[in-house]
């Protein structure tokens, strides 16, 4: 409907069709997310899995049906989007307002040609009498509408409007609500010392586990949070809820109050849609009703940063993968993937690409000549049932490393008859054991990546290596700097992000619209890596947008399967300034941000 007539129509109207759909889409997605965690809540307490074996097979279980039933709903709700834009809000071609002076001004002079002005005149008379009886009939309506809900009142409905309505004036229903406001605001600093609590209480049972961990905690976890709290504090929280509810009941009868109240107002006093007032306003006869939910996700917390650095003077962590719990894994420019063994040991060396590497000449090199030689892993991923990881050297092609780590065996370097010039992502189909990976470009190589963009290269490649088979082929071709590749958690399509021409493309796998490909959707800036959240159904990708000063901005984008874009966070500050980023992958409660620029992996935790 974008650029179309009938958007110009809807927006002359001061109606947002599109905006309207987008708050469906995205309600029916948050209802769909807390139906999934309730059920997962509920599943846990009666198998009794926390802090077993089972708490990890419950929530992957969940998640996978989750997944499958999100697939399924994204694609029924883009068909509901479709046709909504092209049927109920769509306008006859050339449909204009009356009044429109660009469709008037097309037909004066043929219409001055053929006027009648004694036809005119008689036709002018005759519309001030259908407007002086239109006008008639309005009034006419309106009185019956009075007189009908006039009947249809209750005296003690009348009694108590009346009685509102002398009560206040408009200075004192503005006092009013201003005392609400400070009474909210009073409420969430409350809530907020209780949330701190509850994370110091957090923070204490862990540390906790790390110093005793066979002690059995599971009534300390649960004691935490407001059932934990004193009893005096709860009934100060629900007199305040109760003053609210009295300031709301209060103010409902007045219509005209909430003419200058906007959600900005409340957004100081609750910033997260966790955490809202939800009013919905409507007549003096009718009362509004109130909404007060108050939860605490792991959202809502602060984020904290740090720095993992990297043995030195080692450069350029790109990609990340984890394994049973343990790392991450990054690879880096000298040509070694790296395990981080924690902060007390930091990184150490896991994995090579090439036989003949040498640490003295290859550890802490940069020159992009003594890449065939030392080698540059980028996409890395394990796959789990052995413990094997799966590497894309952007001079080598795809390789493979042992559980053991050290030296990767070479798998496949060309295909087609056309060498690997610059292999960059990779992914993994945990159930058909394949492993999807691109091939940035024909011509150019990794140290060529400016000469691609300038020349607007489009010579990449998606390719599948078939673990079983250990056959390649090729998905699709023409590609413009394919960088990054993410499995869908249901294994139906595979996204692809192309970094010169700044967008993710979608290639379905099964079903209906098998082989085919889809733009799915398109940035200011140009993507690299992308990664999908660990319960599967979002999708973070590296995005670096180019700013009109000259400096790149890095940002985080979170989309899911069906394109829409659901978040966006700059990560333009002191680590990150003018920098670019290769990945964003969450792990853990915690962002781990890859950068070709820099001496550390960025973990941002929450």
Same mark, same amino acid.
């Given at each position: ?30 209802? +769909? ?149 400070? $009474? ?8 907020? =010392? ?11 049972? =862990? ?131 790296? =395990? ?18 040498? =640490? ?22 394990? +796959? ?90 090729? +998905?699709?071709?023409? +590609? ?41 959707? $398109? ?84």
């Amino acid at each position: 409907m974008e650029g179309s007539e009938g958007e110009e129509v809807f927006k002359s109207l001061n109606l947002e069709p599109q905006v309207f759909i987008n708050e469906t889409l995205n309600t029916v997605d948050d209802l +769909l997310d807390e139906a999934f965690h309730f059920f997962h809540q509920e599943a846990s307490t009666l198998l009794n899995a926390d802090g077993t074996g089972r708490s990890q097979s419950l929530t992957e279980g969940v998640a996978y049906i989750r997944n499958l039933i999100r697939s399924d709903l994204d694609e029924r709700l883009g068909m509901w989007e479709k046709y909504c834009l092209h049927h109920c809000f769509a306008v006859p071609k050339g449909f204009s307002l009356p009044g429109n002076k660009d469709s008037t001004d097309e037909c004066l002079t043929d219409q001055d040609l053929l006027r009648d002005h004694d036809l005119d005149e008689q036709l002018d008379s005759l519309r001030q009498k259908l407007a002086k009886i239109g006008k008639e009939s309005a009034e006419l309506n309106r009185e019956l509408e009075t007189l009908e809900r006039q009947s249809i009142t209750s005296d003690r409905c009348a009694v108590l409007v009346n009685e509102a309505l002398q009560s206040y004036d408009q200075d004192s229903m503005h006092g009013l609500f201003e005392e609400m406001v400070r $009474t909210v605001s009073e409420l969430r600093e409350k809530m907020e =010392k209780l949330r701190a609590k509850r994370t110091e209480d957090i923070a204490s049972v =862990k540390m906790e586990r790390i110093f005793k961990p066979n002690q059995d905690y599971s009534v300390s976890i649960h004691s935490n949070g407001l059932s934990n709290r004193k009893l005096e504090d709860l009934h100060v929280i629900l007199a305040d809820l109760k003053k609210v509810f009295s300031f709301v009941k209060e103010l409902c009868f007045f219509e005209t109050l909430w003419t200058p109240i906007k959600w900005s107002e409340f957004s100081r006093f609750f910033p997260t849609r966790n955490m809202a007032i939800v009013l919905v306003i409507t007549r003096v006869t009718m009362l509004p009703i109130l909404m007060l939910l108050f939860t605490f996700p792991p959202s809502v917390l602060s984020l904290t940063f740090r720095q993992l650095l990297l043995p030195s003077p080692a450069m350029g962590p790109d990609s990340f993968a984890f394994y049973n719990g343990q790392g991450p894994y990054t690879t880096v420019a000298d040509g070694r993937t790296l =395990k981080y063994a924690g902060p007390n040991v930091g990184f150490l060396d896991y994995a090579f690409d090439t036989p003949n590497r040498s =640490k003295a000449v290859c550890d802490g090199n940069t020159n992009p000549s003594l890449g065939p030689t030392c080698g540059r892993p980028l996409g890395i991923g394990f +796959l789990l049932r052995t413990g094997e990881l799966y590497n894309a050297d952007a001079y080598l092609g795809l390789v493979v490393v042992g559980t053991n780590g050290r030296l990767a065996r070479p798998l496949v370097n060309s295909e087609e008859g056309q060498t690997f010039r610059f292999t960059d992502g990779l992914d993994i189909d945990q159930l058909r054991r394949q492993v999807y990976f691109t091939d940035a470009s024909a011509v150019f190589s990794l140290s060529e990546i400016q000469q691609a963009v300038a020349a607007n290269d489009a010579t990449g490649r998606l390719l599948r290596y078939d673990i079983e088979t250990n056959n390649t082929s090729v +998905l699709l071709r023409n +590609l413009s700097g394919p960088a990054g590749v993410a499995v869908a958690p249901d294994f139906s399509f595979v996204l692809v992000t192309e970094y010169i021409a700044k967008r993710v493309q979608k290639y379905w796998l099964t079903g209906p619209r098998a082989n085919t490909t889809e733009v799915l959707v $398109t940035f200011q800036g140009r993507p690299d890596n992308i990664k999908r959240t660990p319960a599967g159904d979002y999708y973070w990708v590296a995005v670096n947008i180019p700013m009109p000063n000259g400096v790149n901005q890095p940002t985080a984008v979170k989309i899911n399967g069906f394109g829409r874009i659901l978040a966006s966070y700059s990560l333009n500050d002191v680590q990150y300034y003018n920098k670019t980023i290769s990945e964003v992958q969450e792990y853990g409660h915690a962002f781990y941000i890859g950068s070709l620029d820099l001496n550390f992996v960025g973990k941002y935790s929450f």
